[in-house]
């Protein structure tokens, strides 16, 4: 025992050095910010932070996205992401940065202590497992902005606690699943939880007990409760507000292909696509079509996944042995499902089109996000056909050392290029002169009438840093548009009749002088708003108030979904704290 924990100290230290290797460029420049979805991303953080320090509040609205949102609401916002601690503390980019390099080192540790739950060699499970957060899968993630991906590289850890299967480890598989969703990774809650489920039904089948589903049913009520004080918001927002997704998504088979095995992955500082299929027409197959073998549809980031052709080749390779030698159905099915998925529409009668007739599944973009668990489950198949192979030529030295040399030379080549997609992905410096007015108005974008280029949609960090609020249909906006920009010919001001004024605001909260009269407010209103001083006209896309009972009044965005879901959570950490104190020690519910 020991003697392990000596090995796997090792094996840490290695994980802590990849880590340092891959990540060290985004801190060349510590204070750079980053590119394309990064805009919309880090301003959300902002705004949550600005609620918490500036107004004491917690963050529950967010004014300044098309004129009024909700915040925790937003099924990928990250207000309540354990690491909001680093971003209280420090600069936002900082702790942007502080947790991009602690996700890479546990999605490493994660997937070791997945693959060495099979019993594998030492250094067969440490290369296999580095290559979970290093492939470009996560740069090319942290690349695009898409920083409600970052805990994905907890994904790993469900797939540990579930060979754990006792008590304390459905405890670590509803924690793990919460910190996911509350970090803003609702899409990879969703995808996990589609191959755990699928596990837990082949258990069932194999065993013939019903058993299974329970430990299942456990985990998920558990997750619901601890997480439900963001849960609620977000199926409250969902209910009123529904966004079904239509997008042309899916691998081809070149696409896959260069996904795995081309070097020459990267992220474009633009949002124009045409950019980007105009730069891959030169790649061998690959064509802006709807093809299944040589189309292509967004770009690297919604399709690199970078092996190398050495642990494509071992990745094959692992799947046909194990096939043969090992008959482990759940995890055969569970890779082939989730690679036809990754196909997405470019399959005619795929799974992908049968998920989207159901709910949730239907307001999910990117068939080729699933292809998170194709890798996980390829590392997987890396590492058995790696320790087949030490084992059959275990009396040969020579080739011992080869199989790993290779391995080594292999994972320095995945390793270089998750440092160069790093090293692209914090090009724009910070904003330094820009002056923040005393009140909130709005603007259709941002960029259009200032001299900064953010190289995203419309600027809506910048906006926020000078206190003005982006206002215009965007593409996932489902609230309707209640706002008028200072341009708008039906524009009448933040408040109107003009005899009143606006006497101070937070992000969720407006006070201004009233009398018992019809005022409007430039805001968004939704079910959640209240006030103890005015009543509602609800027929109104904006915040209109009416038999105001002070001279000065409020408005506040309290939705009760809100409070029914943190009660939940409460009574749910007071359970598992209780539950923790009169059982120190998880036995085992299934043999």
Same mark, same amino acid.
């Given at each position: 025992?020991?003697?392990?924990?000596?090995?796997?100290?090792?094996? %840490?230290?290695?994980?802590?050095?990849?880590?340092?290797?891959v990540c060290l460029p985004i801190f060349f420049n510590p204070m750079n910010l980053?590119?394309?979805?990064?805009?919309?991303?880090?301003?959300?953080?902002?705004?949550?932070?600005?609620?918490?320090?500036?107004? /004491?509040?917690?963050?529950?609205?967010?004014?300044?996205?098309?004129?009024?949102?909700?915040?925790?609401?937003?099924?990928?916002?990250?207000?309540?992401?354990?690491?909001?601690?680093?971003?209280?503390?420090?600069?936002?980019?900082?702790?942007?940065?502080?947790?991009?390099?602690?996700?890479?080192?546990?999605?490493?540790?994660?997937?070791?202590?997945?693959?060495?739950?099979?019993?594998?060699?030492?250094?067969?499970?440490?290369?296999?497992?580095?290559?979970?957060?290093?492939?470009? %899968?996560?740069?090319?993630?942290?690349?695009?902005?898409?920083?409600?991906?970052?805990? /994905?590289?907890?994904?790993?850890?469900?797939?540990?606690?579930?060979?754990?299967?006792?008590?304390?480890?459905?405890?670590?598989?509803?924690?793990?699943?919460?910190?996911?969703?509350?970090?803003?990774?609702? #899409? @990879? +809650?969703?995808?996990?939880?589609?191959?755990?489920?699928?596990?837990?039904?082949?258990?069932?089948?194999?065993?013939?007990?019903?058993?299974?589903?329970?430990?299942?049913?456990?985990?998920?009520?558990?997750?619901?409760?601890?997480?439900?004080?963001?849960?609620?918001?977000?199926?409250? #927002?969902?209910?009123?507000?529904?966004?079904?997704?239509?997008?042309?998504?899916?691998?081809?088979?070149?696409?896959?292909?260069?996904? @795995?095995?081309?070097?020459?992955?990267?992220?474009?500082?633009?949002?124009?696509?045409?950019?980007? %299929?105009?730069?891959?027409?030169?790649?061998?197959?690959?064509?802006?079509?709807?093809?299944?073998?040589?189309?292509?549809?967004?770009?690297?980031?919604?399709?690199?996944?970078?092996?190398?052709?050495?642990?494509?080749?071992?990745?094959?390779?692992?799947?046909?042995?194990?096939?043969?030698?090992?008959?482990?159905?759940?995890?055969?099915?569970?890779?082939?499902?989730?690679?036809?998925?990754?196909?997405?529409?470019?399959?005619?009668?795929?799974?992908?089109?049968?998920?989207?007739?159901?709910?949730?599944?239907?307001?999910?973009?990117?068939?080729?996000?699933?292809?998170?668990?194709?890798?996980?489950?390829?590392?997987?198949?890396?590492?058995?056909?790696?320790?087949? @192979?030490?084992?059959?030529?275990?009396?040969?030295?020579?080739?011992?050392?080869?199989?790993?040399?290779?391995?080594?030379?292999?994972?320095?080549?995945?390793?270089?290029?998750?440092?160069?997609?790093?090293?692209?992905?914090?090009?724009?410096?910070?904003?330094?002169?820009?002056?923040?007015?005393?009140?909130?108005?709005?603007?259709?974008?941002?960029?259009?009438?200032?001299?900064?280029?953010?190289?995203?949609?419309?600027?809506? %960090?910048?906006?926020?840093?000078?206190?003005?609020?982006?206002?215009?249909?965007?593409?996932?906006?489902?609230?309707?548009?209640?706002?008028?920009?200072?341009?708008?010919?039906?524009?009448?001001?933040?408040?109107?009749?003009?005899?009143?004024?606006?006497?101070?605001?937070?992000?969720?909260?407006?006070?201004?002088?009233?009398k018992d009269t019809s005022i409007s407010l430039n805001r968004n209103y939704i079910? /959640?708003?209240?006030?103890?001083?005015?009543?509602?006209?609800?027929?109104?896309?904006?915040?209109?108030?009416?038999?105001?009972?002070?001279?000065?009044?409020?408005?506040?965005?309290?939705?009760?979904?809100?409070?029914?879901?943190? /009660?939940?959570?409460?009574?749910?950490?007071?359970? @598992?704290?209780?539950?923790?104190?009169?059982?120190?020690?998880?036995?085992?519910? +299934?043999?």
């Amino acid at each position: 025992m020991e003697a392990q924990r000596n090995k796997d100290k090792y094996t %840490y230290l290695f994980f802590l050095l990849t880590t340092f290797i891959v990540c060290l460029p985004i801190f060349f420049n510590p204070m750079n910010l980053g590119i394309n979805d990064f805009d919309y991303n880090f301003f959300q953080i902002s705004v949550a932070k600005e609620s918490i320090l500036k107004f /004491g509040e917690f963050p529950l609205w967010n004014p300044y996205d098309q004129g009024g949102v909700p915040l925790l609401g937003t099924s990928f916002s990250r207000v309540l992401n354990p690491f909001m601690i680093f971003y209280l503390i420090f600069p936002a980019i900082i702790a942007l940065k502080i947790e991009i390099f602690i996700m890479v080192f546990l999605g490493q540790l994660g997937s070791y202590l997945f693959l060495k739950t099979y019993k594998f060699d030492q250094v067969v499970a440490t290369l296999s497992a580095s290559l979970f957060s290093l492939s470009s %899968y996560f740069a090319l993630n942290v690349a695009q902005g898409h920083h409600e991906f970052i805990p /994905g590289m907890l994904i790993p850890f469900l797939f540990y606690f579930y060979r754990q299967n006792d008590l304390k480890n459905i405890l670590g598989t509803a924690v793990t699943l919460s910190w996911m969703f509350l970090g803003g990774a609702v #899409y @990879l +809650v969703v995808i996990s939880m589609t191959t755990i489920g699928m596990f837990h039904l082949f258990r069932v089948i194999k065993r013939r007990s019903i058993l299974e589903l329970k430990v299942l049913v456990a985990t998920l009520a558990l997750f619901m409760g601890i997480s439900a004080i963001k849960l609620f918001p977000v199926l409250d #927002y969902m209910s009123q507000f529904p966004r079904v997704i239509h997008d042309f998504s899916g691998w081809s088979v070149a696409s896959m292909i260069h996904s @795995l095995i081309n070097p020459d992955q990267y992220v474009l500082a633009t949002t124009n696509m045409e950019k980007f %299929y105009e730069a891959i027409k030169e790649l061998t197959w690959l064509s802006n079509s709807t093809s299944v073998y040589t189309g292509i549809d967004h770009g690297w980031d919604e399709n690199g996944v970078f092996l190398g052709i050495g642990f494509s080749l071992l990745m094959i390779f692992g799947f046909i042995i194990n096939l043969y030698h090992e008959p482990r159905k759940s995890i055969h099915v569970a890779f082939i499902l989730n690679l036809l998925i990754c196909f997405g529409d470019r399959l005619a009668y795929g799974p992908w089109k049968l998920m989207k007739l159901f709910p949730i599944f239907e307001s999910m973009r990117h068939a080729t996000r699933f292809r998170v668990i194709f890798l996980i489950l390829g590392c997987y198949y890396i590492a058995y056909g790696l320790n087949y @192979l030490v084992k059959r030529f275990k009396h040969s030295q020579t080739v011992h050392y080869t199989l790993i040399a290779f391995c080594f030379i292999n994972l320095f080549s995945v390793i270089y290029v998750s440092n160069r997609i790093f090293s692209q992905s914090f090009p724009f410096e910070g904003f330094t002169d820009l002056v923040r007015s005393k009140e909130l108005t709005y603007t259709k974008a941002w960029t259009s009438n200032h001299r900064y280029y953010l190289f995203s949609e419309k600027g809506f %960090y910048p906006a926020f840093l000078t206190n003005t609020g982006v206002a215009y249909d965007k593409e996932n906006q489902t609230v309707p548009l209640g706002v008028k920009t200072p341009k708008h010919e039906r524009y009448m001001g933040e408040i109107y009749p003009e005899e009143f004024k606006i006497v101070e605001q937070t992000n969720n909260s407006v006070s201004f002088t009233s009398k018992d009269t019809s005022i409007s407010l430039n805001r968004n209103y939704i079910k /959640g708003w209240v006030s103890t001083d005015c009543k509602f006209n609800k027929r109104t896309k904006n915040i209109n108030v009416y038999h105001c009972d002070d001279d000065i009044s409020q408005v506040e965005y309290r939705p009760l979904s809100f409070i029914i879901g943190c /009660g939940i959570s409460v009574v749910t950490f007071i359970f @598992l704290i209780f539950m923790v104190l009169r059982f120190r020690r998880f036995g085992r519910i +299934v043999s």
